[in-house]
């Protein structure tokens, strides 16, 4: 299963092909889900499928120099152990880099992919405090963001981050919030967006 986590047992992934009668379902019933309206032990999820990840924007997740690597039950649970541990115990230092800080770990859902780069093991961490989902009632179900999709807004400030770990250290070696822009709305994602996270619904 290539989500290890448990939110979406309660979101019932529905295909438009199992939907009988045809109808298209559109982007105007958006719903937004919330890290916050699940238990701690639902926001994880192991990406572990040999496939392309990518973000809305097209870009590639692993760069030409980052193999995929299919991380172990032990390894997901490390990399989960040691970024939390982060979050709780050097994340909110006083002589923090960051301008702004992110939110704390329980409000945050986690994507988790494995790879190798020169003969070292890492885990890529996804962040997101939210993200969209379209009830379609006409096979009563919610058809929910695509797996290869990583939920991710460029300009929504720390609703999204992104954190590298090192698995051979055991440490976080990289952290990094969205850019913030004033401008942005927590919830709102743009077509392009929501073409590339629901791709069963473009036209």
């Known amino acids: 299963m290539a989500w290890k986590a ?9 295909l438009l092909l199992s939907c009988s009668n045809g109808k298209k379902t559109s982007f105007k019933d958006i719903q937004i889900t919330w890290a916050t309206d699940f238990s701690e032990d639902g926001l994880d999820f192991l990406l572990n499928n ?5 973000y809305p924007d097209s870009t590639l997740v692993l760069k030409d120099d980052m193999h995929f690597y299919a991380l172990s039950d032990a390894e997901y649970s490390l990399a989960k152990g ?3 541990h982060y979050f709780d115990y050097h994340l909110y230092d006083r002589d923090n880099y960051m301008s702004e800080e992110p939110y704390r770990f329980r409000k945050y859902f986690r994507q988790y992919i494995g790879y190798k780069m020169r003969d070292s093991l890492y885990a890529y961490v ?3 405090t939210h ?3 379209i009830p379609d009632p006409e096979c009563l179900c919610t058809i929910t963001p695509s797996r290869n999709v990583l939920v991710y807004e460029d300009n929504g400030g720390r609703n999204f981050a ?3 770990i090192s698995l051979d250290k055991k440490r976080v070696v990289y952290f990094k919030l969205s850019k913030a822009d004033p401008n942005y709305v927590s919830g709102h994602f743009s077509e392009k967006e929501l ?4 791709p069963s619904l473009r036209e």
Do not use: G, M
């Not at 040999?50 to 990518?54: I, N």
């Open 195 to 198: 073409n590339a996270l629901f």
């Open 50 to 54: 040999d496939t392309s990840y990518y």
């Open 82 to 84: 040691v970024l939390k």
């Open 131 to 133: 993200f969209p989902s």
């Open 6 to 14: 448990i939110p979406f047992v309660t979101l019932v992934l529905c």
């Open 162 to 164: 992104t954190a590298v």
């Open 126 to 128: 996804n962040l997101y």
